[in-house]
């Protein structure tokens, strides 16, 4: 192991396909250029979606998991082998790697991980990624208490205004907390025809809101524009079986999972995200990069952090359905609107360069503030 370079350690679910897992290969793979020795532990055994740079070196857990046909005995045992006090699998591996700061993503796992950190003395940093308001029973909120008194963070990373206040009421001014959105990536252009297509891009649960999109939809003049929805997950039926019920089944097309997110975004001219909660989307940031006009429900925190209402792309009331289908009209009618969010939305790319967000993570957690 080379003892010259600072060793960063980045704890995450997985390597699959996710928002987390996306943000923090992201930057592991930024940190890496920058003379780190990045270390990559996972929690689950998954097959990988992101790549990592051949130079980080992961960590995977030794322990089989299986996605379907576990039951509760083999799950709880697997959280115990992983996460259990003393002994679990986690705390040993960063015992190993030594590392001078660790930087863990997610709305459950940080505190678990947190209690494996206890006693070691490891500047730890995290971030919560989902709807800042979000509530936690019982047995979670207690364990979350126990993490921040064995082991408090050494510093929070927030996505938006909103999760930094949520943060402040807990912590107060006795732990840092800065607001760093995520980084995201140019897309290129490529020469295809636009086609007149909607669309929207997450998993198909109902959290995601496809089902109040398909009714503001339902309600346009749509000139044979199309709504394409691409992802899956639970609720595939009853949100397919809603646009049939809606009368719109045959202009809605179901993609399921695309493995190449870019071509169907340079295809499209509109993007709208219905979800009912989220922390910093994604989807909206990649649909700004490659040009495509967007629209969003103002939901309690991410895309009012994101959008600059009639200047890179349209906010409406949540829940408001006829908003959004008037908006989503005024996109389909003037070619000239959608021209000038699209020129304004691509400036997301250079706001939210991984340059500039790696180097603003970096300061963070080395203590280069």
Known sequence: ???????????????????????????????????????????????????????????????????????LLQTALYYFKMLGPICGHIRSEVKKIKPETVLCFG???????????AGLKIPFYYSNRSNPNIKYGFIRESVRNLAYLLTPPSGIIAQTKEAMLRKKKIFGDKVPIEIIPNPVRRIKSKEFEKENWI?????????????????????????????????????????????????????????????????????????ALSSHVEGYPNALCEAMSAGLACI????????????????????????????????????????????????????????????????RFLNFITNNR
Not at 203 to 227: A, C, P, Q, T, Y
Request: hydrophobic residues 40%; charged residues 25%; neutral net charge.
């Open 1 to 71: 192991m080379n003892q010259q370079r600072k060793r960063i350690c980045i704890i995450a679910p997985s390597l699959q396909m996710g928002g987390i897992e996306r943000a923090m290969s992201t930057l592991a793979n930024y940190f890496v250029t920058k003379e780190y020795e990045i270390h990559y532990i996972t929690l689950f055994p998954f097959e990988p979606f992101f790549e990592l740079d051949k130079r980080i070196i992961v960590h995977t857990p030794p322990y089989p998991f299986p996605r379907f046909g576990r039951n």
């Open 199 to 271: 669309v929207s891009v997450g998993r198909l649960h109902l959290e995601k809101g496809f089902v109040r999109l398909m009714e503001s939809f339902s309600k346009i003049d749509n000139k044979g524009w199309k709504l394409i929805l691409a992802g899956g997950g639970t609720h595939e039926k009853e949100i397919k079986q809603k646009a049939v019920e809606l009368g719109i089944a045959e202009k809605v097309i179901f993609l399921g999972k695309v493995s190449n997110i870019d071509d169907l975004l340079l295809k499209s001219q509109i993007f």
């Open 107 to 117: 709305d459950w796992y940080p505190h678990l991980v947190m209690l494996q950190l």
């Open 296 to 359: 969003s429900f103002d939901i309690v925190a991410g895309p009012k952090d994101i959008i600059l209402n009639g200047e890179n792309g349209f906010l409406v009331p949540d829940n408001d359905l006829q908003a959004m289908s008037d908006k989503l009209q005024l996109l389909i009618d003037n070619p000239y609107i959608r021209e000038k969010l699209s020129i304004n939305a691509r400036n997301i790319a250079t706001t939210n360069s991984i340059n500039l967000i790696g180097n």
